[in-house]
């Protein structure tokens, strides 16, 4: 049959033609088009005369996703944060409470499954209310409401003008009435109520029934009471104004309302109606927390992991984009964390550095998985919190600045492996004698650096560098292995000049290090590079040692496991990325004294093979102990987070120390969180050296080994960099 159209309705005039008539407010005008239609205000015909009318009318509806949170998974799915800008759990319509259902109908659109969508005898109604009675009746029905909600949603995600109520003109109202009038055609009513109580504002940021039921009483919507459910369907109304925490009275005065309504249409019983009124609100009001701050755990490697999605294009074109996405697009993004670890990680830094007894104290454990760069733990003995004080920050110790870290910390003698693993690269071995009694390389003293404009850099000083070691009586000479156990200033110089400081520079930025502050690679320029005058990141310097764990192989650190959306979507996080870096057997060679080190001036009661170094900086300012199983690689830094003062004479862990040294700070704390976790992982032993090899904590020249001898440092012309005068201590 056709449809009957009117030729006051043509598509070119329609609106000016309503706005001329009505002459009045955008409300007004809205319910006189509900008296157009004499015929259809007296009659059963008001569906099918209002859809006739509205038909004429342009529209276009944009569906957008509903804006749910997005919730950061540790590796396992178990939820360590949320963020949202509305706080909604979309569920079925058979999760919903009958009560609730009714409820709603009762009060927003009793006549909800008589009318098509635009109820012409409820715009009558409420024409004549508003026009003859101090109060005000609304006259949208629920499809007109789950319209405008739609509508506001998309308009939000699309930065445009948004329809919410009191900003809507003529224009708008009449376009969500023809929008109401197809959403009838396309979608059943219980579609329609499901969207709506899906997509419609409870109170503040929780959105949607699910939420609303889980956020005030502490249970499902589907286990909604009468009077639960009759409270709910009244904040609708007015979500602040009717919000039982702050106007109780208001709230239980609309709930009763609203079980008024239910009664009066017969969805409860007069019993029913008189026992809820007669009961309180009941509230158990359980805020969902939302950000890295609410986490109950792993509140730094959730900022990371914040940063992460900020920092990565596969989530937007800039960061205003992507973080709508992370507020509104319900992501779930399934980490590499590993939950067992960082709450003992958590744990193991609060008992040996607890965070309100020295001022600036800090530490923290970072733990990466060799042969995949997954980072599976990132603790700080400090409470993130952006109340900066005593125990308190947002700072990230173990990552670089622009990821939420600061400057970083020297590595002091941790960077010592990597000189040694290139004098083995350079055709050397551990057990070569090097002359390490030489401390003094005078002023214009030539190292060889062939990536340099000159081939070479010079001691700028006046004075010369003067190299000294920790331990004394140790300028002699000494093999490579044992100067490395003992950490030998003068042996690790000693090696260094006799090598090419680019091809040291090389095999760092081989196996990722680089400063905290710009991402640079180390700089040759400056020869005290090698005993750690560089500020680096800890989860910098754990990647570079997982390499040793990894017989050469270079993985490049990662926390983002998958992500995908409520849509389906998936997104391109950075993929396992490894390279082989560093030969198998020189790593082995290597890895002799690292083994040494851990096992014997670490950790003696681990029974499973470990590797690793300590370092302390020159001002004991920094102490570390990284080291490693085939499994885990995991750096363990106490330092004063706050400057270069010294830990000298600091109580940490209830002890004041006097002598400040790696092995007795970061190392004991190392020791027992590996101690608790390792076994999780692999602990193989490491890749045995197949070629000569000496016991490193003894002297001697081993059979087989090669003096080394140090030229005098040779003089050159007035060079053009300048020079640390850092040195390692340890």
Same mark, same amino acid.
């Given at each position: 049959m056709a449809k009957r159209t009117s030729p006051f309705f043509d598509t070119a005039t329609t609106l000016g033609k309503i706005v001329a008539f009505l002459g009045v407010s955008a409300l007004c005008g809205v319910l006189a088009?509900?008296?157009?239609?004499?015929?259809?205000?007296?009659?059963?015909?008001?569906?099918?005369?209002?859809?006739d009318m509205l038909e004429q009318l342009p529209a276009e509806l944009k569906e957008e996703p509903l804006s749910v949170p997005s919730r950061i998974l540790d590796k396992d799915g178990t939820v360590l944060a949320t963020f949202y800008a509305e706080n909604r759990v979309p569920v079925t319509l058979d999760k919903i409470s009958k009560n609730m259902q009714d409820a709603i109908i009762a009060i927003e659109d009793e006549r909800f499954y008589q009318h098509g969508g635009v109820d012409a005898r409820g715009l009558t109604r409420a024409l004549v209310n508003n026009a003859t009675s101090s109060s005000t009746q609304g006259a949208s029905t629920i499809t007109q409401q789950y319209v405008n909600n739609v509508l506001v949603n998309a308009q939000y995600l699309n930065n445009e003008r948004t329809t919410i109520s009191g900003t809507k003109n003529v224009a708008d109202k009449l376009r969500e009435m023809k929008l109401a009038v197809a959403v009838e055609k396309e979608m059943s009513k219980d579609e329609i !109520?499901?969207?709506?109580?899906?997509?419609?504002?409870?109170?503040? =940021?929780?959105?949607?029934?699910e939420a609303a039921s889980r956020y005030f009483f502490d249970k499902a919507a589907a286990d909604l009471t009468i009077p639960e459910s009759a409270m709910l369907a009244g904040m609708v109304q007015s979500p602040n104004g009717y919000n039982p925490v702050n106007n109780p009275e208001g709230a239980t005065q609309r709930r009763n309302t609203v079980l008024a309504a239910m009664l009066r249409t017969g969805k409860i019983t007069q019993a029913q109606h008189d026992e809820a009124v007669a009961t309180d609100l009941g509230l158990d009001v359980t805020p969902l927390a939302s950000g890295c701050m609410s986490a109950a755990y792993g509140n730094y490697f959730c900022d990371y992991v914040q940063r992460a999605v900020l920092d990565n294009e596969a989530f937007g074109p800039d960061v205003e984009s992507r973080q =709508?996405?992370?507020?509104?697009?319900?992501?779930?993004?399934?980490?590499? !964390?590993?939950?067992?670890?960082?709450?003992?990680?958590?744990?193991?830094? !609060?008992?040996?550095?607890?965070?309100?007894?020295?001022?600036?104290?800090?530490?923290?454990?970072?733990?990466v998985e060799p042969g995949t760069g997954n980072v599976r733990a990132m603790a700080q003995n400090t409470r993130y919190d952006t109340a900066e004080g005593q125990g308190q920050t947002t700072l990230n110790f173990n990552v670089d600045k622009p990821m939420g870290g600061g400057n970083g910390f020297q590595a002091g003698s941790t960077l010592k492996p990597f000189v040694f693993l290139t004098w083995i690269e350079s055709g050397h071995s551990m057990v070569d004698t090097l002359d390490a009694k030489n401390n003094k390389y005078p002023q214009w003293t030539e190292f060889k650096a062939s990536c340099e404009e000159d081939g070479d850099v010079h001691i700028p000083d006046e004075n010369g560098w003067t190299v000294r070691n920790a331990i004394r009586d140790m300028t002699k000479p000494m093999r490579a292995d044992y100067g490395l156990y003992w950490s030998i200033n003068t042996a690790t110089v000693a090696a260094t000049y006799l090598m090419d400081l680019c091809a040291i520079t090389d095999m760092t930025n081989r196996v990722g290090i680089h400063r905290a502050d710009n991402g640079n690679g180390i700089d040759p320029g400056q020869p005290s590079f090698v005993l750690g005058s560089e500020e680096v990141s800890p989860m910098t310097m754990a990647s570079a040692y997982a390499t040793l764990a990894d017989d050469g192989n270079y993985c490049e650190p990662r926390v983002l496991a998958e992500v995908t959306d409520t849509r389906g979507n998936s997104y391109q996080v950075p993929p396992v990325a490894c390279e082989k870096v560093a030969d198998t057997q020189q790593v082995a060679e290597l890895n002799n004294t690292l083994k040494a080190i851990a096992s014997e001036r670490i950790a003696k009661d681990i029974p499973f093979p470990i590797a690793g170094k300590t370092g302390t900086n020159n001002t004991s300012s920094s102490t570390w102990f990284i080291g490693s199983t085939t499994g885990l690689t995991t750096a363990s830094w106490v330092g004063n987070y706050k400057g270069l003062g010294s830990l000298e004479g600091r109580t940490i862990g209830g002890v004041e120390f006097e002598d400040v040294w790696g092995s007795i700070i970061a190392g004991p704390m190392w020791a027992d969180y590996m101690g608790t976790v390792a076994g999780r992982y692999e602990t193989a032993e490491f890749t045995p050296f197949d070629g000569p090899e000496s016991d490193p904590r003894t002297e001697g020249e081993r059979e087989g080994g090669t003096t080394v001898k140090l030229d005098e440092p040779r003089p050159g012309p007035q060079p053009y960099h300048d020079d640390s005068t850092v040195v390692s201590t340890e």
């Open positions: 088009a509900g008296l157009l239609l004499p015929a259809a205000a007296m009659g059963g015909a008001t569906a099918t005369a209002g859809g !109520l499901e969207g709506y109580l899906n997509i419609v504002l409870f109170s503040g =940021r929780v959105y949607g029934v =709508r996405l992370l507020d509104r697009g319900g992501l779930q993004i399934r980490t590499t !964390l590993d939950s067992t670890l960082q709450k003992q990680a958590e744990k193991t830094v !609060l008992e040996h550095v607890p965070n309100d007894e020295s001022d600036g104290v800090g530490a923290s454990l970072v733990t």
